[in-house]
């Protein structure tokens, strides 16, 4: 009973808020003058008073609470000039106003307080990195583009096994466990083939919010982390665009008002349209021959196309589409396709009269993956459904109160075979259907965010209570010290097998209900996956342009669902008699992650610079034997800095260096002839020939050696009119060489590398 004790929390919390005297609220949005976009994480406040707030990722500011009279309305932002406006508070009167703030002339040489920084004395902020399109620029590039994909690659917690077909592990958590939302849509796979790109174009991110553990309730489904992504909308002033190329690819953005925005107007519409391309297979023939006489086998394309309804009152419905498709072509080890598309729209209502902010998003998206792999069975999966979500915010001075809604229905189509030529299929369709509610007090120092979830899964006739709590305390006006956790749990299993040489295969499967019906020697009470979360950290302010962030987890993975790799029996009743390992397709496994993460940053004017250092371990146990999956990586650093210079700052230095000690990996012992006995015990074994048959040792016994590689990026802007802008970059991969393991062959007996040094160089216009 225990863990449902904090649901009496929300009632003595929220309860005591709905008492007040007499006051009232001031409401809005906060845009920039020049494009109409929000301008986000914006301080907002009134002079000479306490009362203030940031904006959020659409612009919005709300301050309630408020006593009857005259104040200044002020806005401050770093980069911006500043604004104030003369406001008058009324009792239970609610005014909104919308604000237009213009880029700054002048380059302030003192210290500006950011509203990030405040942020974090006024929000909980536990296992969170919120990434803005101006981080993301601050790594060095491929090519002339930064990339989200590159970005994450750095984050405190995040594991990237590889260049070539690798993927990204959160604090112990693989792809599976890992919800990606586009405003609000489900993507299945963000990341291309080749690890240095996702499917997002950064010029048309607004903001990216990262969770590596400890999530509130309004997010679940997944039991290890959340990418929340938002879009910015088309510019509302003037129509404009950005083409680029590269030796990787090109990129095209157009964008516009189809209705102008204009201060104190009825609204605008305005549209984004954004298309990339890779062509790297066909330019590395020329350009990078050393490499592979036969070219780098990646080509990827992406299209995103927006349009943005805007209300007077700061109201907004969005509508948009996406295609994602990747291509792969490894001569040696397997031919790859897989295709994503969707549809969506999310709205954001401001009610006249009333201190309610609603958010509502709906959208469908389907993804398609096929392998073929040389002298293997094929394998593919499928995966499309629809997801809706409503949710209502209430501002209550310094706190706040959201619940909502949340439901997705989705199909699961997979076809597979394990490594000892065993049959695996599952079509399914199944639904999910979730209520969420989640406070924010402020109690002095002490911010106190508890959140509850109930999450019904249909296939599996399941219902996953979640309690949730995030926690801060700000000690000193320097140091906090803060606290996530909570329950989570998830349908989705992986349709990845344990033993791929390459990782490039990454389907869906739905949560089954053949599984073993005990587990270690207990009986199976649930077909969910679940985990625990418990996280614990604190924040100190080295100096106003220093901050430390340290952070300790551990994610008790309480229940796993995993493809059966040890299949050898089919699941009948002539097999009555064997063990529910070798004739289940599924089996069940438990484990942790558990570490910490220290990250040190330092932003001030023209310089940038990151430090990150993450010690982590991930265990699992499938019932007969502990191992260590193939992404679990001990120690992680990553070094980052940026410099722009120059009389008119139009140059741009940074750098990256990342370390990694070695993956597990599963030895070869031997080889010998296996029969394949395609008559059962009808077949002659005198007189078929066999295959090769592998002999390995325990799974993922063996550890590969350590990972280190350092890039640079070297930019220069030409300024060529008032609004066009011409950006040359040149980029080196891999600048001392380095021969990183990408796998090894075991047929062949040959080790094969990831990316060695790599130039590349690329141009942008923006006009």
């Given at each position: ?68 009279g005259a104040y200044v309305l002020a806005v401050s932002y770093l980069g911006y000039d500043s604004l104030s406006v003369s406001i008058k508070i009324e009792a239970d009167r ?97 990341f291309h083939s080749i690890g240095l790109f996702s499917v997002f174009d950064s010029d048309i991110l607004r903001n990216a919010d990262i969770y590596t553990g400890g999530f ?460 394949p006995f395609e008559d059962g015990i009808s077949t002659d074994y005198t007189y078929i020939n066999g295959v090769l048959g592998v002999i390995y040792a325990g799974l993922n ?67």
């Open positions: 009973m225990k863990k449902y004790s904090i649901i009496f929390i929300f009632i003595f919390c929220i309860a005591s808020q709905f008492v007040h005297a007499q006051t009232g609220s001031v409401r809005g949005f906060v845009y920039d003058k020049e494009t109409g976009e929000p301008c986000i994480f914006t301080n907002v406040y009134l002079k000479g008073t306490k009362y203030g707030a940031a904006t959020d990722v659409d612009g919005y500011f709300n301050m309630t609470r408020i006593k009857p609610i005014i909104t106003k919308k604000l237009y703030i213009k880029k700054s002339a002048i380059m302030l040489e003192e210290s500006v307080v950011s509203a990030e920084r405040q942020e974090m004395k006024t929000e909980i902020r536990t296992s969170i990195v919120k990434v803005t399109p101006k981080e993301i620029k601050q790594i060095p590039t491929v090519g002339s583009e930064p990339d989200l994909a590159q970005y994450l690659q750095v984050l405190p917690g995040v594991i990237f096994t590889g260049d070539q077909g690798g993927q990204l592990y959160i604090r112990g958590g693989p792809p599976i466990q890992n919800k990606v939302l586009l405003d609000g849509m489900v993507i299945y796979n963000p509130g309730a309004e997010f679940g489904g997944r039991i290890s982390s959340i990418m929340d992504i938002a879009t910015r909308d088309g510019n509302k002033r003037r129509q404009t665009g950005k083409i680029s190329t590269s030796t990787f690819g090109s990129k095209l953005l157009i964008e516009g008002p189809l209705q102008k925005a204009k201060e104190n107007s009825d609204g605008s519409i305005s549209y984004i349209l954004s298309g990339k391309t890779s062509y790297l297979e066909q330019s590395s023939k020329y350009l990078y021959t050393y490499i592979d006489t036969g070219g780098l086998p990646f080509n990827f394309t992406d299209l995103y196309a927006k349009v943005s309804f805007n209300a007077k009152n700061g109201s907004k419905a969005n509508f948009f589409g996406f295609n994602f498709s990747d291509r792969v072509r490894y001569q040696a080890v397997s031919d790859l396709n897989w295709n994503s598309y969707g549809i969506g729209s999310n709205f954001l209502v401001v009610p006249t009269g009333s201190p309610v902010l609603i958010k509502a998003n709906m959208s469908y998206s389907k993804y398609l993956i096929t392998l073929e792999e040389y002298d293997q069975y094929p394998r593919q999966s499928a995966i499309n459904g629809f997801n809706f979500g409503l949710t209502f915010v209430y501002f209550l001075g310094k706190n706040e109160l959201n619940y909502g809604l949340e439901t997705l229905g989705f199909k699961t189509d997979f076809n597979f075979y394990n490594y000892v030529g065993r049959h695996l299929s599952q079509e399914e369709n199944t639904t999910e259907l979730a209520g969420f509610i989640k406070y924010k007090q402020t109690i002095g120092k002490l911010l106190l965010e508890p959140g509850f979830r109930i999450q019904w899964y249909a296939s599996l006739s399941a219902v996953s209570p979640e309690p949730r709590l995030g926690l801060k305390y700000n000690l000193t006006d320097k140091l906090r010290l803060k606290f996530a956790g909570g329950l989570y749990s998830q349908n989705l299993i992986a349709a990845n097998s344990d033993r791929d040489v390459v990782n490039l295969f990454y389907g869906f499967l739905s949560g089954s209900e053949d599984l073993p019906k005990e587990f270690d020697g207990k009986t199976v009470k649930t077909k969910l996956q679940k985990s625990q979360h418990a996280i614990f950290g604190f924040e100190y302010d080295l100096t106003n342009k220093i901050n430390v962030n340290v952070e300790s987890y551990i994610k008790d993975n309480i229940q796993l669902s995993n493809i059966n790799r040890n299949k050898i029996y089919e699941d009948n009743a002539d097999n009555a008699d064997k063990p529910d390992y070798l004739k289940k397709d599924y089996i069940i496994e438990t484990g942790s992650a558990y570490g910490v993460d220290f990250l040190l940053k330092y932003d001030y004017k023209r310089t940038y610079f990151w430090a990150v250092y993450s010690l982590g371990y991930v265990t699992r146990y499938d019932g007969t034997m502990d191992y260590y999956p193939h992404f679990d990586r001990r120690h992680n650093v990553n070094l980052v800095a940026s410099r722009i210079f120059g009389a008119d700052m139009n140059w741009e230095f940074s750098t990256r260096w990342n370390l990694g000690s070695g993956f597990p990996f599963t030895q070869t012992l031997g080889f010998y002839e296996q029969v016994e063996g550890r590969l050696p350590y990972y280190h590689r350092l890039d640079m990026t070297v930019k220069r802007k030409f300024y060529l009119s008032t609004n066009s802008v011409l950006e040359a970059t040149v980029s080196v991969t891999n600048i001392y060489n380095r021969s990183n393991i990408f796998y090894f062959d075991r047929i062949k007996h040959e080790r094969v590398d990831q990316l060695p040094f790599m130039p590349s160089a690329g141009l942008s216009l923006t006009f």
